[in-house]
């Protein structure tokens, strides 16, 4: 058996794949909101940061781990695990000092893991992902390398708030004391994957190529991107490696508490969005994923180098080699939510808004925004109408659910350009996409195929893939036996609807350059 985590967002899951049989044996979450409301973190970050700032708990994640673990020993037998892979929401960190290394190789399994890794940290909470505090730290990066795309050329995005190298520097600058006693940077993939394997491990190309500090050219540290972020930061950093780059045993820990074998081994763990790539089966060019999970992301498997002039698009490593392009948009699940909330529907009646108000006369436009975006950057505070009075008005819910959706996917149309595909086939992934309502709309708005795949956890079951493929299963194999698409929910385009859309989406823009000037 081959286990696979996805530490994201809001949750932590396990995929547990048995590559034999072809079965998924087990899928397990724990809810960090849900099941460790003690954090104060109901969509698993601390609510209320000021100054852009979204930190979370990185002993929650910790104490989710032993959850999770505890659940899943109830219910399978994980001495059968032979290998364990994983992945994390990308760009969040995890400071720790010189005491990391000899806690993670003494750990007592008669105490918690929170309890004893906690005296490490030099920072008690994280950065994560929707952090957008360090705007001032990347223009000091940006000025440093001589430009914008320079930073681009050489670490595939252009200095971004969320990335830890800013995130890295705004923690440097304002607590110079505990950067200087920090002696091991972390990602969350990378802190997981340090914690299991009892040794503080490798970040991965994938996942390391959001920090704004990875040379994509050399696949090493950037001597002038860590120069320019902070002192000594090369000390603290591990050297980056390739996904499922095999680390040893499992810590003893996890032997004696769970029942884990100990032969069972560890590999590096990925970023979620490379990981969901490969649980999607998208690790060749040709298809487009769509992840609606807290945030909305659309990537692909990149036939060549290219970055987005614009700077909104990124360039990750692919874990089955080359690289991959990603769009990040912040007001995923979290406006889906808000609206849904607004409107006091629950998902049920949330789900069947776009079908009963599917070729309603005309496009109602709704820039779907209700908090600060990444893509486009901006910081709204609600979102911005245009369209029938019935709709200004807010009377019809089923219509303000449509033209949300419809916002979000005319905005990733019109942000997906610099990459250049056309797709033919879209795969859908991620929480949202259970919504049966969701993938009708993309195929229309993008004149593609819509198709989803059995397992709605991509990150958690590609982290699987990964962890099968360090213990020697080939890629292409598990691919036919993991990663089909659910027979009979491929959904096809409407073609009347195309030029709607085209029109939809040249209004959508001039819309929204006229918000974002202002
Ligand atoms: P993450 O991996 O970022 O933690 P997930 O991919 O697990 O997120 O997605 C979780 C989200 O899915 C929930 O926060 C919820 O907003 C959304 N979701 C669940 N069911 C539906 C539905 N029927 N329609 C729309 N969104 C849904
Ligand atoms: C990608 C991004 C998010 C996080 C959380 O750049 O910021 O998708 O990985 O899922």
Not at 74 to 91: E, F, Y
Not at 145 to 166: H, K, Q, W
Not at 309 to 329: E, R, T, Y
Not at 403 to 418: K, P, V
């Amino acid at each position: 058996m081959f286990l696979g985590l996805d530490a994201s967002t809001q949750s932590l899951t396990a995929v547990l794949i048995d590559p034999i049989s072809g079965e998924i044996a087990c899928q397990l979450s724990v809810n960090f909101g849900g099941d460790l409301p003690q954090y104060g973190a109901p969509s698993g970050f601390i609510p209320d940061g000021v100054n852009g700032e979204v930190h979370s708990n990185p002993l929650m994640w910790l104490e989710a781990l032993e959850l999770l673990f505890s659940r899943l020993s109830r219910v399978t037998d994980l001495s059968k695990v032979v290998m364990i892979a994983g992945s994390g929401q990308q760009h969040g960190s995890v400071y720790l000092d010189a005491s990391f290394p000899a806690r993670l190789g003494s750990l007592d399994p008669a105490q918690s893991l929170a309890s004893q890794i906690a005296p490490a940290l030099t920072r008690c909470t994280s950065p994560i992902w929707m952090d957008t505090s360090s705007g001032e730290e990347c223009v000091e990066i940006t000025e440093a390398l001589g430009g914008a795309s320079e930073v681009c050329r050489r670490s595939g995005s252009i200095a971004i708030e969320r990335f830890t190298g800013p995130q890295i520097r705004r923690f440097y600058k304002s607590d110079p004391a505990a950067y200087a006693r920090t002696c091991h940077i972390h990602l969350v993939s990378s802190f997981m994957a340090s914690v299991i394997a009892g040794k503080s491990v490798s970040i991965d190309y994938g996942d390391g190529a959001g920090m704004n500090l990875l040379n994509l050219s050399t696949l090493g540290w950037d001597r002038d991107l860590l120069e320019s972020t902070a002192p000594d930061l090369s000390s603290k950093l591990s050297a980056p490696a390739a996904a499922a780059t095999v680390q040893g045993f499992i810590s003893r820990y996890f032997v004696n508490r769970y029942g884990f074998s100990g032969t069972c081994q560890c590999a590096l763990f990925t970023g979620d969005n490379p990981a969901s790539l490969v649980g999607m089966g998208a690790t060749r060019p040709g298809s487009i994923v769509i992840s609606l999970g807290t945030s909305d992301t659309f990537f692909a498997a990149m036939p060549g180098p290219m970055t987005d002039p614009n700077g909104f698009g990124h360039v990750f490593g692919n874990p089955a080699g080359g690289f991959m392009s990603l769009i990040c948009f912040r007001n995923g699940s979290l406006a889906r939510e808000a609206l849904r909330d607004r409107l006091g529907l629950d998902w049920p009646a949330f789900d069947r808004a776009p079908h009963a108000t599917r070729g309603a006369a005309g496009i109602n436009l709704m820039l779907p925004f209700f908090g600060p975006e990444i893509t486009p950057r901006h910081d709204f505070s609600g979102p911005v109408l245009q369209g029938s009075p019935a709709f200004e008005s807010g009377v019809d819910p089923a219509l303000q659910v449509r033209a949300l959706l419809e916002g979000q996917f005319l905005n990733m149309r019109l942000h997906s350009r610099w990459m250049q595909v056309n797709p033919e086939r879209i795969l859908l992934t991620g929480g949202a996409s259970k919504n049966d309502g969701i993938p009708q709309l993309v195929a229309d708005v993008f004149q593609a195929t819509v198709e989803r795949l059995e397992v709605s956890n991509s990150a958690a079951l590609g982290a699987a893939l990964l962890a099968a493929v360090a213990g020697g299963h080939l890629l292409a194999d598990l691919r036919q036996v993991f990663c089909q698409t659910v027979r009979g929910t491929s959904m096809v385009p409407e073609a009347a609807l195309g030029p709607v859309y085209e029109d939809a989406l040249r209004r959508f823009e001039v819309l929204l350059d006229g918000v974002s000037s202002r």
